[in-house]
């Protein structure tokens, strides 16, 4: 059985975040609604069926995991991406979906290994997504209106140029 600071806890969390990220605005049921509808209706789903998966079925059913793990990371994508704006570098994880319920149910049934095909399929194209549009998200966004690679690449170049000593080692 949960118990009330396994619910409270993330909920406080997530309260906390959004507090801290949207200083300054208005803070009704409504936007409450709006940036957390993924924590409120689609991550209770997914946890439940993993609920319905050890707890009641005593892992006897191993095919709640698969909307189980689908809904969870739906809701985790969700969740990220109404809370940094950020679904132009989020959607790949729509994508990951499937193979995290698939890659679920691979764990805790027979372990079939053809399962493991179109998982890696998925995964592979999915982090392929991720990569391409994170490079281009860190290429487009700015910061101080300039591009944020430029400054990431200014401290790279910096660093270099920082002279590390080497110990020298005693010799024998």
């Not at 208005?26 to 069926?49: E, R």
């Not at 809370?83 to 959607?91: A, G, I, K, Q, Y």
């Amino acid at each position: 059985m949960m118990s009330k600071k396994a619910i409270l806890a993330p909920l406080l969390i997530l309260l906390g975040a959004y507090l801290l990220l949207g200083q300054g605005t208005g803070m009704s049921s409504g936007t409450i609604f709006g940036y957390f509808w993924a924590s409120l209706f689609i991550l209770p789903l997914g946890l439940f069926f993993h609920w319905m998966f050890f707890s009641m079925t005593r892992g006897e059913a191993p095919g709640l995991l698969i909307p189980g793990g689908v809904l969870v990371t739906v809701a985790i994508v969700c969740q990220v991406s109404m809370l940094f704006n950020s679904w132009d570098v989020m959607w790949p994880g729509f994508i990951l979906a499937p193979a995290v319920g698939l890659f679920e149910f691979y764990c805790f049934s027979g372990r079939n290994r053809w399962l493991l095909i179109p998982i890696n399929i998925l995964t592979v194209l999915s982090l392929l997504f991720f990569a391409v549009f994170s490079i281009e998200a860190l290429t487009t966004r700015t910061f101080m209106e300039q591009p944020l690679l430029a400054f990431v690449l200014i401290a790279l170049g910096a660093l270099l140029l920082i002279p590390f000593r080497h110990k020298e080692r005693a010799k024998i």
